[in-house]
């Protein structure tokens, strides 16, 4: 076992060496051939799996794009670090979607290592990141649930549990799933729940996590969040979010648009991780693609939950628009 890791090892240093002298020090494949001690086809291959696995990024940005300037006005407004994917004036809401899932899968195999915790939070989009990932090996890595599930439809598990296995496929990681509603019917309940050994099993590794990967949620829209539209809300629930000016959730934890939570009756009874929870893990990836989804975004940065921010260019223009209005008024 432990030759078969020196050599994955030894195989991932290859990789990168031959990709930092072809893209950073712009040598020949000849001459990195020679270096490496090996044939140019055997370059070749290196360079297109460093493509494949996400470790090399290629981006074309035509010259009319907003996305960098306005990419630094949203990163100094929020400190974050944020990536714009520049997308067509024409394009549909499922095509900016799938160009921020693509971008933001290639960026997680990019980050996510070995020996690393990965904390993923179900959604719509976040769904969309699962089938664009790419096979990345990886020794003693864990991916685990962030939120709960199941609702009074359905437990849940056949949704999230696909969506969470398909990072542990993709990256060889021990996937731990969180047996809970997505919110308890009581406060009390997720209380005592919260105390139970199989519960707080996976509270643990939420805590070791290196990376956070999380959208946010929406009311409504062309692509509504799957939290509103999949049955985890009551009648009496949808009445509470709008008499508390709710205008969205990430992790399944309610936001108003000022980011304010703390004092929000649903939030007694979900099971995701609170801003102020996601805010110890090193590093919060949210991915975003839709117009609905700026008032909600605004308020998920207003609380300093983001640490990065994967955003297509339409929704970055509008965010940045609407975070101006703002601060005019």
């Known amino acids: 076992m432990q030759f078969v890791q020196n050599v994955g090892m030894e195989r991932e240093e290859t990789l990168l060496a031959a990709a930092s002298m072809y893209y950073l020090q712009d040598l020949k494949m000849e001459t990195i051939a020679g270096r490496l001690n090996m044939s140019r086809s055997s370059v070749s291959r290196l360079l297109k799996q460093a493509r494949a696995s996400g470790l090399v990024e290629i981006q074309l940005r035509p010259s009319s794009t907003r996305a960098l300037g306005v990419g630094h006005q949203i990163g100094s407004r929020f400190g974050v670090e944020v990536s714009v994917v520049p997308v067509a004036d024409t394009a549909t809401p499922a095509e900016r979607l799938d160009q921020v899932a693509v971008t933001a899968a290639r960026m997680i195999s990019a980050w996510f290592g070995s020996e690393m915790v990965l904390g993923v939070a179900w959604g719509t989009t976040v769904g969309a990141i699962s089938r664009h990932l790419t096979r990345k090996a990886t020794r003693g890595s864990s991916v ?15 949704y999230a549990g696909s969506l969470i296995s398909r990072f542990g496929e993709a990256f060889g990681a021990t996937v731990h799933l969180f047996p809970v509603p997505a919110f308890f019917d009581f406060a009390e309940t997720r209380q005592a729940m919260w105390r139970e050994r199989s519960v707080a099993r ?12 999380f959208s946010v949620g929406s009311i409504g829209g062309e692509l509504p969040s799957h939290v509103y539209s999949a049955g985890y809300l009551g009648a009496e629930d949808e009445i509470a979010l709008e008499v508390e000016k709710v205008v969205g959730d990430v992790c399944t934890v309610f936001l108003r648009a000022d ?7 649903l939030n007694l009874r979900a099971t995701g991780p609170t801003p102020a929870e996601l805010r ?20 998920a ?3 300093g939950a983001v640490t990065h921010l994967i955003i297509d260019e339409q929704t970055a223009v509008l965010l940045a628009r609407y975070t101006e209005d703002r601060q005019a008024e």
């Open 280 to 299: 110890k893990m090193p590093r919060r990836v949210c991915a975003v693609a839709g117009d609905s989804k700026v008032v909600a975004l605004s308020a």
């Open 202 to 213: 996976v509270l643990d590794v939420q805590q070791r996590v290196d990376i956070a990967l």
């Open 144 to 158: 685990v649930q962030l939120n709960g599930a199941a609702n009074y439809r359905s437990s849940g598990v056949e």
């Open 301 to 303: 940065l207003r609380t």
């Open 259 to 265: 980011g304010s939570y703390e004092d929000l009756s």
